[in-house]
């Protein structure tokens, strides 16, 4: 069955600083991975999907992705985070069932 | 376009108590319907899922149950609830899509407080 590792529980950054969000998987092929955002009291909302082809995927919001199979991750991005984009963030991999990151908590400071 | 609704928003019960939380689908048929539990801090943990009216596969063993009596209607319920219960429940759908699972869409969330 697949794994999903998201390495940090919770990460602070500064208003306009870049943000990447760690995401490995474990799995022998190459599965849907998927990236989604919730709001405290909110369920998820999908920011992007990788399911084949260009390897930097753009999402919603402002973020991208990048596959990389030869080091199994789904690194989020995003070049200037906002003061809204402070959430929960999970990475996810779609193969026989989907699998969850334990989720990577976001704080924005002013 | 599709749309998921959860009833209710929020949900405070007694130890013991029944529990009863739908869930809705509307714009698509057939759909894959899911029942997640996300504890205070903690992650989603997959509760049930049902790939049709009347299929309901259990992912852990615990006092809730789970039916499906419409094609895009999902009930997560318990006969008497235990503390334990207490959390964040979310409905997700999908569509079935080859041997990977799909995007799944999920709804706003029930809020379930057992005193």
């Known amino acids: 069955a697949q794994s999903v590792t998201q390495p940090d529980i919770h990460i602070t950054v500064s208003e306009g600083a870049s943000l990447e969000l760690r995401c490995n998987y474990s799995y022998g092929a190459t599965p849907y991975l998927f990236w989604y955002v919730q709001s405290p009291g909110q369920g998820l909302q999908l920011l992007l999907k990788?399911?084949?082809?260009?390897?930097l995927v753009q999402g919603i919001k402002g973020f991208e992705a990048e596959f990389k199979r030869s080091q199994s991750s789904f690194n989020l991005r995003k070049p200037s985070v906002h003061w809204s984009d402070a959430a929960e963030y999970f990475c996810?991999?779609?193969?026989?069932?989907?699998?969850f990151g334990a989720g990577t908590r976001l704080t924005v400071k002013p | 376009s599709q749309t998921i609704h959860q009833w209710p928003a929020t949900l405070v019960q007694p130890v013991g108590s029944p529990l009863s939380l739908e869930c809705t689908v509307e714009?698509?048929?057939?759909?894959?319907l899911y029942w997640y539990r996300q504890a205070a801090g903690r992650g989603l943990q997959l509760l049930f899922y049902?790939?049709?009216?009347?299929?309901i596969s259990s992912e852990v063993p615990q006092n809730l149950s789970a039916s499906r009596p419409q094609d895009r209607q999902f009930i997560l319920s318990s006969k008497k609830l235990l503390l334990s219960d207490s959390g964040f429940y979310l409905c997700?759908?999908?569509?079935?899509?080859?041997?990977?699972?799909?995007?799944?869409?999920f709804g706003p969330g029930t809020r379930l407080t057992v005193l």
């Open positions: 714009g698509t048929s057939n759909p894959n």
């Open positions: 049902s790939v049709g009216i009347g299929q």
């Open positions: 997700a759908w999908n569509r079935v899509t080859g041997w990977r699972t799909d995007t799944q869409y």
């Open positions: 990788y399911f084949s082809g260009d390897t």
């Open positions: 996810a991999v779609g193969a026989r069932d989907m699998r």
